[in-house]
Every structure is written in C-alpha cells, then in structure tokens.
C-alpha cells in the first residue's frame, strides 16, 4: 500500500506535491499573440482529437490518486477550459472527491452564462484572463476583436454567482500594453478584485519572446505605486506564484508574477497534467510523462500513486532560476497544451 499522507513526497530539492494543474482543452476562441499567435493556430490547425483527449472518469480518477500524494488544490486550464463540453460534470466530478480547492482560469469569453452553473457544480473561484481596459489594445492581444465589456460582464457575473476572491491576470508586454498598468491597477481597485500582473515569459517557441519585451516586476510595482502607495505583503503559503503587495491604505492588493526576473522555483509545488494525460513537472518542460497510456493499458491505482511519486521524487526543475541564451532555445512545450 502506498505511504500516509503525511509522508507526501518531496523532489530533490526537497518540495512537497501541493498544486496541480489540469488542462481540459488544447482549443480556445482567442489567438492571443502571446500564446496562440493566429499565425500559428490557424483553421487548419491539428488539434487533438477527442480519443485523445482525458475522458473524464480518467481526470478525476488521476485527482484522486493525486490527492493521496498530497495535492490540496487543483486549477483546470486549457487552452480555453470553458470549451470543453460539460465542463461542469467534471466540476462536479471533482468536487465529489473532497477536500480541495477547485479553481478555473478563463478568458472570460463563455464565463457570464456559465458562472451560475460552474458554482453550483462545485467551482470555488475563477481567474479572469484581461491584459487591458483599452478596447483597441485588447482587442489587438486577443486578435479576435473581443471587447473588454464582455469580460467585464463575465467577472460581474462570477462575482454574481459566489465565484470569489476573483483575480485578474494581465500579462505586460513592453511597448504592447505597459501603459495598462496603472488604469487596471485603479480600476480593479475600486472593483475590489484581486489584479495580478504577470511578466512576460519565454513558453513554448510560438511567441516571439525576447527579455526586451519584459516589464519587470520591479517595475511594475514602482509604476503603480508612484500613485497608489504599495507595501509587500506576506504569502498566504509556501510556494504562492504571485509575491503581494497591499495598498498602503488598506484598499485591496496585487500579485506579480514574476518568474523571469525573481524565479520562485525554490518553492514551487506545482505539477501539470496535459489535455492528453501527460504528466509534467515545470511549465518550461521539455518531456511529460505518459499517464493516460498507463490508465488505458491497466494500471491500477496504486501502479499509478507509485509512478507519480517516484516522477516526482526525482525532480530537479529549476528553469527559470537558471535561464539563459542557451536554454530559452530549449525545445519546451506550448502554454495552449500545458495549461498556464
């Protein structure tokens, strides 16, 4: 039989299994330019195909084998999460094990009409993909002419329907929608919304990263504070992606997400589980690990914990601390396949 919880593994740099992310869809209604440039994604695009995919006894089957390894919160991303049909099955599915934290990110653009429904299915929270209030430079992010009215109404509707704290994520490109940075900050401020601004980073090879284009966490912070006074503010646990700052005045706070210029990969906890079960145990991978080959070839349920926990006892993943010019041309997966 497996260990006690209590001897949850830990990898070679003695972190503990805590988070997971689960992909539910390779699919998404945007082609946001740093993620899945329409240049690349176009129509004719090879998509997985439904076989492929995790049904969804297998997603949550490998939940609950997680869960026995220690995991406390899972994140279904995609891809566009919200468009994998009866998401909120699954949602129910899930929430039937116990114990953990469900979450969802989203771009908002299904969120409004579904929100009621993903609550009642057992959804705890949402986070809200928004890169800007700026009609045309979010519209020219998303690349499919989107507005930021609908996301609007999509994160009133989550509020609606009990899906809080709700958090904003806004990924800052320098020279793209930098200047942002401070009307979302005011904004979200008042809206009593948790904004999170996230560096630019080098996932997958579709996006033409280049550290120019990175605006700094530090530079963020000092952006916004130049206005609204910032402090730092402690984690609300160990291996927390987003470092907090709280306004001075007791308004609210902010995340930065800052994992290419202040890598937390010390304390990172998380493992992905891709839209076609493979495991993998960083965002920068390079390899995963086939899991739905082992669920559809027999594998029981104590085959599957003991392979998990050997996978991670084994890891050793420290991309983003060791970054460089060298391993940014490292073959890595795409954020549309891994989840985010």
């Known amino acids: 039989m497996p260990p006690a919880l209590a001897s949850a593994p830990r990898d070679r740099l003695h972190r503990p299994l805590r988070d997971l992310r689960i992909s539910v869809t390779d699919r998404c209604n945007f082609r946001c330019t740093y993620c899945m440039p329409k240049e690349v994604f176009t129509k004719d695009y090879p998509y997985l195909d439904r076989a492929a995919l995790l049904n969804f006894e297998e997603v949550t089957r490998l939940a609950r084998v997680f869960k026995r390894l220690g995991i406390e919160k899972i994140r279904l991303t995609g891809g566009e999460p919200l468009m994998r049909k009866n998401i909120e099955k699954l949602i129910g599915m899930l929430s039937g094990i116990g114990g953990l934290d469900l979450t969802l990110t989203t771009n908002g653009a299904l969120l409004a009409r579904k929100a009621a429904a993903l609550r009642a299915a057992g959804l705890n929270r949402v986070t809200v993909s928004l890169d ?38 806004m990924m800052v490109k320098r020279g793209v929608n930098d200047h942002s940075i401070v009307p979302m900050a005011r904004f979200f401020r008042e809206q009593g919304h948790i904004l999170r601004f996230i560096e630019y980073m080098d996932v997958g090879h579709t996006n033409g990263w280049r550290m120019d284009d990175v605006v700094s966490a530090k530079e963020i912070v000092a952006m916004i504070s130049r206005e609204m006074p910032l402090e730092a503010t402690d984690p609300n646990y160990t291996g927390e992606v987003a470092e907090r700052w709280h306004y001075r005045d007791g308004r609210g706070e902010i995340g930065v997400i800052a994992s290419v210029t202040q890598a937390f990969c010390r304390d990172c906890t998380r493992a992905r589980i891709s839209t076609e079960g493979k495991l993998y145990t960083c965002l920068f991978a390079t390899a995963g690990h086939d899991l739905r080959a082992l669920m559809r070839n027999g594998a029981n349920d104590d085959e599957l914990y003991t392979f998990v926990n050997q996978v991670w006892r084994r890891r050793g993943d420290r991309y983003s601390e060791i970054r460089s010019e060298q391993t940014v041309k490292l073959p890595k997966i795409e954020m549309s396949y891994i989840g985010g």
């Open 132 to 169: 800007s209030l700026d009609d045309a430079v979010f519209k020219a992010m998303n690349d499919v002419d989107f507005p930021v009215a609908k996301v609007l109404e999509a994160i009133d509707a989550a509020a609606a329907a009990g899906l809080a704290p709700i958090k904003i994520n």
